[in-house]
């Protein structure tokens, strides 16, 4: 399961970016922070390669096994 | 499958960085070598004087400040009083280059055991986006308005090429943090320096290219294929030095 913080998340759409599986989008609402953040559209196409984790700046993205 | 958690070294919070300032990545890099390797609470990370340092107020581990460009000297004296513990400074281009270029390179040539992680970002950021002595020749700036000239102000340091011509240094290399490859890369490269700082062999030297979308006028996105297409082809990444593979 990704699960994405959006009290630490920036908008800089690098996870978005690098998916390989192009399932992030940048959402339509603002964080409490102001920041635009990113959504999933597809949770059962990923994969957990934890890629948007590896290449978020800020840390906000973190991939567990679990299933959700 | 892979799973992913953040670093226990990183406060629970945002960092001071800009949106998709790359220092941040850099930062939470170390932080996730540093848990890899079991040393949150044995690294004593050197900070320096710049955005560079902002990474000080997420850090939760042991953080000490030092004097512009000054980080190595303060590292020498950490690691010379404290041996076991894992020191690295964190430095920025003007920092490391121009401000503190005498301290890098006899720290660099006298071999102290401990790692510098080097985040080139091509500018001043902090102060605003001036020319650093790693600005790309072309490059504007807030003092090359024109673009870097080198008849005026000569040429891109390399740090790299420049220190893994010392005797001493026992691995040097340049990472790009613009591309998921340059990222693992970069991870590999960091953990490989601290494991050799931990095994007593001597000084360890990491650069990683970086943005600062702030100063260079672009958004997050654009900066990675700017990266590609100016910043990579003149600072190549890749391993300059590694007395470990050369024995
Ligand atoms: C002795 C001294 N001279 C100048 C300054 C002003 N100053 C602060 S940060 C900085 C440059 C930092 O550039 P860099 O190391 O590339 O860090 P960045 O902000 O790009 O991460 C300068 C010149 C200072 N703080 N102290
Ligand atoms: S874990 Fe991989 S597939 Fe899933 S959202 Fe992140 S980058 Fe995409
Ligand atoms: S990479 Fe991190 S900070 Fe950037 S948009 Fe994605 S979650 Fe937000
Ligand atoms: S000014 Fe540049 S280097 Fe400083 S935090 Fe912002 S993007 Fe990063
Ligand atoms: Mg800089």
């Known amino acids: 399961m990704v699960s994405i913080n959006d009290m630490m998340c920036k908008g800089c759409g690098y996870c978005i970016k690098f998916c390989p599986k192009h399932i992030l989008e940048m959402g339509k609402e603002r964080s409490e922070k102001g920041h635009f953040y990113p959504v999933m559209t597809n949770k059962d196409a990923c994969i957990s390669c934890a890629i948007c984790a590896l290449m978020c700046p800020e840390g906000a993205i973190e991939v567990s096994s679990d299933k959700a | ?247």
Request: hydrophobic share 40%.
């Open chain 2, 1 to 247: 499958m892979a799973e992913y958690k953040r670093p226990s070294s990183l406060m629970p919070m945002a960092t001071g960085y800009c949106p998709g300032c790359m220092h941040a990545l850099a930062t939470r890099l170390v932080a996730d070598v540093i848990d890899e390797l079991q040393q949150a609470d044995n690294a004593i990370n050197v900070v320096s004087v710049g955005c560079s340092a902002l990474n000080l107020y997420s850090w939760k581990g042991d953080v000490i400040g030092s004097a512009h460009g000054r980080a190595p000297a303060v590292a020498t004296g950490i690691k010379r009083c404290l041996p076991d513990r894992l020191v690295f400074t964190y430095q920025g281009d003007g920092d490391l280059a121009a401000i503190g270029l005498a301290e890098i390179m006899s720290a660099a040539n006298r071999g102290e055991n401990f790692t510098v992680i080097f985040a080139n970002n091509q500018t001043y950021g902090m102060t605003g986006g001036q020319m650093a002595p790693t600005t790309l020749i072309g490059q504007k700036t807030t003092t090359t308005r024109f673009g870097r000239d080198a008849q005026t102000t000569g040429y891109p340091l390399k740090m790299c090429e420049l220190i893994s011509v010392l005797e001493a240094p026992v691995f040097v290399a340049r990472y790009a943090l613009n591309s998921v490859k340059g990222v693992q890369d970069a991870k590999k490269g960091i953990k490989k320096a601290f494991e050799m700082q931990m095994a007593g062999k001597g000084f360890t030297f990491i650069e990683l290219l970086t943005n600062c979308p702030t100063n260079w006028g672009m958004n997050p996105l654009d900066t990675l294929e700017y990266m590609n297409t100016n910043t990579i082809p003149y600072f190549k990444p890749g391993i300059y030095k590694d007395k470990e593979a050369e024995a």
